[in-house]
């Protein structure tokens, strides 16, 4: 674990939590009630009920299990059909500037979260959904790039940032806001191997809640909780070295059979 006062130096390999960057520390409880998500007649949540507590929780399971789907219902982005997300006592399909506050998403695309033309105006943006001025926004940003080394990002096109450059700007425009659960929809998928192990360090330093969704379970060792989902349906939920043993066991049988019908959509 890095000291909380580190600061990225250039060339380090170390990105941990600039002293400046101020964040809420406690861990909300997120409840889901019999929730449910339909989308043209098709059933991709199908009645999930959980509680969230944990500080690491990871998220596994096939493509089109509904992942990135119950991730956005949770940061309330879509509404559920029937059902309910409470975040931290907020309704988060109804109350969606609290819902901000409570809750930073990292989508799996990084073309599906950055919509301004600079580094600075999209982190910006963030900040001013949580109730600043656009000045104080922009100063906030600044001050937020600059603290992690990334100042000279400030005036760039984002369309000119690589894909794993993107991804490293969308975390930051998340975690500038500072909400009390990050869900990371396949952070890694972008970043070259010296970013990931940055950022890895650097989420392990945050005492934030996580909720990880990802493919690859290496990046989910010291997690508290590990949920599976299949088909909409949480298969398992449980201890890390039970759910992942499981769930590795049926990936490979899976991936040992030439049938492909067992993908989802
Ligand atoms: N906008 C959409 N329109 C129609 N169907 C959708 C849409 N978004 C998701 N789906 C369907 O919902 C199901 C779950 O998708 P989701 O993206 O949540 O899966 P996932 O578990 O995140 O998969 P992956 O591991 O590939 O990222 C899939 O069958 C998908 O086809
Ligand atoms: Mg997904």
């Not at 399909?93 to 105006?121: C, L, M, W, Y």
């Not at 001050?143 to 969308?170: I, M, N, T, Y």
């Amino acid at each position: 674990m890095i000291g909380t006062n580190d600061r990225l130096a250039p060339n380090s390999g170390r990105l941990s939590r600039p002293s400046a960057i101020k964040t809420g520390t406690e861990i909300p409880v997120t409840t889901l009630s019999n929730l449910v998500y339909r989308l043209n007649e098709q059933t991709i949540i199908d009645n999930i009920s959980l509680r969230l507590s944990e500080k690491r929780i990871g998220l596994v399971g096939c493509n089109g299990s509904g992942k990135s789907t119950l991730a956005r219902l949770i940061c309330g982005l879509i509404k559920p059909t029937s059902g309910k997300i409470i975040v931290d006592g907020i309704d988060v399909s109804k109350d969606r500037k609290s819902a901000i506050e409570k809750v930073g998403i990292i989508f799996q695309n990084p073309d599906h979260q950055i919509i301004f033309p600079t580094v600075e105006e999209e982190i910006a943006f963030g900040l001013s959904q949580t109730g600043q001025s656009d000045s104080e926004a922009r100063k906030e940003a600044r001050d937020f790039l600059s603290a992690f080394g990334k100042g000279d990002w400030r005036d760039k096109p984002v369309h000119a940032l690589s894909e794993g450059q993107k991804h490293l700007v969308c975390l930051l425009s998340v975690l500038a806001m500072k909400p009390q659960l990050i869900i990371l929809d396949e952070p890694f998928s972008g970043p070259d191997l010296p970013t990931t192990r940055r950022l890895l360090r650097y989420l392990e330093s945050l005492k934030e809640a996580i909720l990880l969704i990802t493919h690859d379970v290496s990046f989910l060792t010291g997690f508290d909780r590990i949920i599976w989902i299949d088909a909409g349906r949480i298969l398992m939920d449980g201890a890390p070295e039970k759910v992942l043993d499981e769930f590795l066991g049926t990936m490979e049988l899976r991936g040992q059979s030439d049938d492909f019908t067992d993908f989802a959509g």
